[in-house]
C-alpha cells in the first residue's frame, strides 16, 4: 500500500535506489534489490509526467527521467508506439525493465558462434507490472517489440551506468555487430 504522493513516487524511488548502490556493490543483490524497488514503482501508472510519455511517430521514444550525479545509473521512460521494436541490441551494464502501461515482448539472443546470433528460447511477454533484469551475467542480447499493434507501451528503465553515454552494440540476425551510443530523445 502506497502512501506517498504520486508526484513523489520517482523521487522517492531514486532516493531509495541511491541508497541502495551506497550499501551493495554485488551485481546479483543490485538487480535483486533495485528489482523489488522498480516493481514497487509500475505498480502505480499515476507519477509518469506526460512530456515523458509522449510516442514518436517513427520509432520508439527513450526519455531521461534521472541521471546519477556519479553516473552510478540512470532512469529512462521507454515508449513505444503501436508495432515499434528495437533492433537486436546489448546493454553492458545490469539494467532492470519495469512495464508501466500496455506489454512488451523480449526476445533474448546468444552467440552460438563467433558471428551467429540465434533466439535463445521463446519471446518473453511482459505484462503491465512485470520487471525483467539484463546484464552480461544473465543475458545481455534482446530485442523488444511493443506486444500491440493499436496502443502505445511504456517501460521504466534502470540501467547501472548513464546508459545513453554507453559505447554498445546493435545486431543484425546475421550477428554483425554495429557500435551505437544511444542518446537520450529529446522531450517533444
Ligand atoms: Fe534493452
Do not use: C, K
Not at 30 to 59: E, F, K, T, Y
Not at 88 to 113: K, N
Not at 157 to 186: K, L, M, N, W
Amino acid at each position: 500500500m502506497r502512501t506517498e504522493h504520486p508526484e513523489h513516487a520517482l523521487q522517492h524511488f531514486i532516493e531509495r535506489v541511491a541508497r541502495r548502490l551506497d550499501e551493495q556493490s554485488d551485481e546479483a543483490a543490485i538487480r535483486r534489490d533495485v528489482g523489488a524497488l522498480l516493481a514497487d514503482l509500475v505498480a502505480h501508472d499515476d507519477w509518469l509526467p506526460a512530456s515523458h510519455a509522449q510516442p514518436g511517430a517513427d520509432r520508439y521514444r527513450q526519455y531521461l527521467l534521472h541521471r546519477d550525479p556519479q553516473a552510478r545509473f540512470s532512469v529512462v521512460s521507454f515508449v513505444w508506439g503501436p508495432g515499434q521494436a528495437t533492433p537486436i541490441h546489448d546493454h553492458t551494464v545490469w539494467g532492470l525493465i519495469g512495464v508501466l502501461r500496455g506489454a512488451e515482448l523480449s526476445q533474448g539472443y546468444r552467440f552460438a558462434g563467433p558471428s551467429q546470433l540465434v533466439p535463445a528460447g521463446a519471446p518473453v511477454r511482459l505484462e503491465r507490472g512485470a520487471v525483467d533484469a539484463v546484464s552480461p551475467s544473465v543475458g545481455d542480447i534482446h530485442r523488444v517489440t511493443n506486444a500491440f499493434d493499436d496502443r502505445t507501451s511504456i517501460s521504466i528503465h534502470v540501467y547501472g551506468a548513464d546508459i545513453g553515454a554507453v559505447e554498445r552494440s546493435v545486431y543484425t540476425e546475421d550477428g554483425q555487430r554495429r557500435s551505437f551510443v544511444s542518446g537520450y530523445s529529446p522531450l517533444p
